[in-house]
């Protein structure tokens, strides 16, 4: 009997888990679209379908019941229809099926959007914003320097340790997405901001780069208790906090939003893009090229060179 589309959506996250090494988040986005698919057509047929009798017409179909029921945008169409391609495409190599149905269905076209991003006099607002008079100040201090100098990612950041930061060759190692190690160079900048936290930190048994100041987590052994490591959440929570001291306002600053600044002031400073695309651990240059339409001057002075031709 061939396997149920149920099944085969719960050994297609075991993949991802296993094979893949997603994060949980990732694998519940994957995991929610499969399940509405199924539920819909669940709907229309009455049962939990054979994953051979699934057609592209019932894709599309189901897009279709997107579009006018939930109002989906083409950005959201387009997660909907690659979390099916990708599924589906698990399934033709596990054997499951000989063609993918959702081969023929096409991504919506869609205008990209300009990355958010900071100019230097916000960036400076920024990094004055915290008291660095106070241990927690100067460990915030050293955050936002990391996550604006370096573009790490926020789970990057958070998932760091101590060890991974080399002072001397100045590097910092971190794991990207699919556990993808990458060493990201520091500038003197980030260098004193961590070596001044880092004189500063807690003792604690820890081994994570930056930890929680504010919760400690007491045990029988240690009356003192012990430090843990910061949350990504909290690290939002930081971030907003001082973008908000810092009077930038009808901004949606966000660790993010500083990797996109870092990535734009390499490109202001003619940084290569392969280069860039190295530096933030994109795995398709498609993903950087965002960068080169942030200075159209860079662009005017490029077309009047041509004169000098």
């Known amino acids: 009997m061939a396997a149920s589309l149920s099944e085969i959506i719960m050994k297609f996250d075991t993949y991802l888990k296993?094979?893949?090494n997603l994060s949980p988040r990732t694998r519940d986005i994957y995991h929610y679209e499969l399940k509405r698919f199924m539920e819909f057509l669940i709907r229309r047929i009455g049962?939990?379908?054979?994953?051979?009798?699934?057609?592209?017409a019932m894709i599309r179909d189901y897009l279709e019941y997107l579009q006018i029921e939930f109002r989906y945008k083409s950005s959201t169409l387009s997660r909907v229809i690659s979390t099916l391609k990708s599924f589906f495409r698990f399934c033709v190599e596990q054997s499951y099926i000989k063609i993918s149905p959702a081969s023929i269905i096409r991504l919506p076209k869609q205008a990209r959007k300009l990355p958010i991003y900071l100019?230097?006099?916000e960036l400076k607002r920024l990094l004055s914003a915290p008291d660095r008079d106070t241990d927690i100040g100067?460990?915030?201090?050293a955050i936002i320097v990391t996550l604006g100098f370096t573009g790490v990612r926020r789970q990057e950041l958070v998932g760091s340790d101590i060890s991974d930061v080399d002072f001397e060759r100045k590097t910092l190692k971190v794991f990207g997405k699919?556990?993808?190690?990458r060493i990201v160079p520091l500038n003197n900048f980030v260098i004193k901001a961590l070596q001044e936290y880092l004189s500063r930190r807690p003792i604690t048994e820890s081994k994570a780069l930056?930890?929680?100041?504010?919760?400690r987590r007491v045990t029988k052994e240690r009356s003192t208790g012990d430090f843990r490591r910061l949350s990504a959440r909290s690290v939002d929570k930081i971030v907003k906090k001082y973008v908000r001291l810092a009077g930038i306002k009808d901004r949606k600053i966000s660790p993010h939003k500083l990797r996109h600044t870092?990535?734009?002031l390499l490109h202001l400073s003619d940084v290569d893009i392969l280069e860039i695309q190295k530096l933030l651990g994109h795995a398709a240059i498609t993903s950087t090229q965002i960068y080169t339409h942030t200075n159209p001057d860079k662009l005017k002075k490029a077309v009047d060179k041509l004169e000098e031709l």
């Open 18 to 20: 296993v094979e893949r």
């Open 47 to 56: 049962r939990d379908v054979s994953v051979t009798k699934i057609s592209a």
């Open 119 to 121: 100019v230097n006099s």
């Open 138 to 141: 100067v460990r915030d201090y």
């Open 178 to 181: 699919g556990a993808k190690e």
């Open 210 to 215: 930056f930890v929680n100041m504010n919760n």
């Open 262 to 264: 870092f990535a734009t």
